[in-house]
């Protein structure tokens, strides 16, 4: 039987998730794009919750575990002209990241 347990360490999670735009930038026409989409990652407690808004209003967002990818598909409600985006991500330890941007459709 070991005496010994090895090396170890406790660490403490105070970084928020990163969201990286793959296909969308600020001020950009996204009239001829079918969806927007991100990457986000969190290194240490992993991705509890993400809420999308344009113009203040909630949207569905689909998010695939395995490749870390977020996504949002245009519907009818997005109508032509200036929009924003509001993404808000957040880990298990409820450290917040918000990504905000203007967009037209």
């Known amino acids: 039987m ?3 347990f ?3 360490y406790i660490s403490v999670d105070t970084l928020a998730p990163t969201i990286v ?3 969308i930038s600020q001020g950009k026409n996204m009239a001829d794009v079918p969806k927007m989409r991100f990457k986000i990652r969190d290194n240490l407690s992993g991705i509890k919750s993400f809420n999308g808004y344009i113009d203040d ?3 569905l967002m689909e998010f695939d ?3 870390a990818t977020l996504w949002y598909s245009f519907d009818d409600k997005i109508t032509k002209g200036k929009h924003t985006l509001n993404l808000v991500v957040s ?3 409820d450290n ?3 990504y905000k941007i203007d ?3």
Do not use: H, I, Q, Y
């Open 21 to 23: 735009p793959l296909n």
């Open 91 to 93: 880990d298990m330890k």
């Open 57 to 59: 209003r909630w949207v």
């Open 2 to 4: 070991p005496k010994t």
């Open 96 to 98: 917040l990241k918000e």
């Open 65 to 67: 575990a395995k490749t």
């Open 6 to 8: 090895g090396s170890f």
């Open 103 to 105: 967009f037209f459709r």
